[in-house]
């Protein structure tokens, strides 16, 4: 166990969706551990700032409150990250954490990450181990990072504990499971439509036939290209069948940018950023999901519901390994065609990441306090 005397002061460091969701299953687990000796405070660093990508999250999924909110922190890589840094900087000196905990692979966590290392706070990582091999990927390289200055990396499947064990990780890996497997778990029967939502899906029922449909890794984005080649594929997608595209705010600004959708789009519902159970409720009922998230590829799995992926590699191997995941590359005709294929799949069943009790499994891993060594031997 811990050598604290008292309960161990944890941060925890969030910024994008994806974040959120992970953070809400883990602070419940933290709060309704009996004498769990863990005090949690939350760091938002503002990457995400559309209200339905941040702060309704806090609400909707009883996540704590932030202690801390930083400001400014949107531009390039670059000034995002620096910003983040120069801001935690002040928190982690007035707070003295005992650990910093930071999840996924944002410039938040990367940020988090070397702040927390430079001040001698060691670091735990969820979701480590995970790679694509594309360094190209900025994402790829705030894992990588991560990962290698991490005090405790919790790793989600035996696949990441693999790759953190070649990159010679193994006395910092924990095998826990993906907490998003949690967060599905815990809030899946609560998923629903806001009355705003089912008013901008006009006709709409919970048996209607459609496809849902996301965007927003940089690669497809700030590719003129490739958005083209995605945006003429889900038009084409929309004259079979109809798609909902809920739009993640670096979307809409490029589709803006190129006058690429007009609203009049035959078999197309552009919806603003939906809610987290919104979306739980729209991937359950989706014929198919046609993204390039990886957290939503995931969902997708753990919902049974078919899965393209507009991406060269994936993260998540596993889903397309058991048939539920199916990779395409940014080409109108594949992501028609690939989308049609796709409806009434189905996949093998499976259980690659754990059980959907990582959040316990993480609690016992930060006050068996292994972390508390990381610096001594180093």
């Not at 935690?88 to 007035?94: P, V, Y």
């Not at 001040?119 to 979701?127: F, Q």
């Not at 589709?255 to 739980?280: A, Q």
Request: charged share 20%; glycine share 8%; with cysteine.
């Amino acid at each position: 166990m811990t050598q604290h005397n008292r309960p161990i002061r944890l941060l925890t460091i969030v910024g994008a969706r994806p974040q959120f969701i992970k953070a809400s299953a883990l602070s419940l687990e933290i709060s309704s551990s009996l004498n769990s000796g863990i005090e949690e405070k939350i760091v938002h660093t503002g990457q995400h700032f559309d209200a339905n990508m941040s702060a309704n999250f806090f609400g909707e999924l009883g996540i704590p409150r932030p202690a801390h909110q930083l400001a400014g922190v949107t531009g390039s890589h670059g000034v995002t990250t620096g910003r983040i840094m120069a801001q935690l900087d002040q928190i982690l000196e007035s707070e003295s954490p005992d650990l910093v905990l930071v999840y996924g692979d944002t410039n938040s966590t990367v940020a988090a990450a070397l702040s927390a290392v430079k001040l001698g706070v060691p670091v735990a990582h969820v979701e480590a181990g995970m790679r694509s091999g594309n360094l190209s990927m900025p994402e790829e390289v705030n894992r990588v990072v991560t990962d290698r200055i991490s005090a405790l990396n919790l790793a989600p499947s035996q696949l990441a504990m693999e790759s953190l064990e070649r990159e010679g990780l193994k006395e910092t890996s924990r095998l826990v499971g993906d907490i998003m497997f949690d967060a599905v778990k815990l809030f899946a029967s609560n998923a629903r439509l806001s009355e705003r939502t089912l008013a901008d899906l006009g006709s709409f029922s919970e048996g209607s036939k459609f496809v849902l449909a996301t965007f927003h890794r940089q690669e497809n984005t700030d590719s003129t290209q490739k958005l083209l080649e995605i945006i003429d594929g889900v038009l084409t997608l929309a004259a079979e069948i109809p798609v909902i595209l809920p739009m993640h705010p670096r979307l809409r600004k490029k589709v803006d940018e190129l006058g690429l959708l007009n609203g009049k789009e035959p078999g197309l519902t552009v919806l603003p950023p939906v809610s987290y159970l919104e979306m739980l409720f729209l991937q359950k009922h989706a014929q198919v999901v046609l993204t390039d998230s990886g957290g939503i590829q995931k969902e997708a799995f753990y919902l049974e519901s078919p899965c393209v992926t507009v991406r060269d590699e994936t993260e998540w191997t596993e889903t397309v390994d058991l048939g539920w995941n199916r990779l395409i590359s940014a080409d109108s005709d594949s992501i028609a065609s690939a989308s049609l294929a796709a409806i009434n799949s189905r996949g093998q069943k499976g259980s690659p990441y754990g059980n959907g009790d990582a959040a316990s499994k993480i609690v016992e891993e930060l006050l068996g306090g292994s972390w508390n060594n990381y610096f001594s031997g180093r």
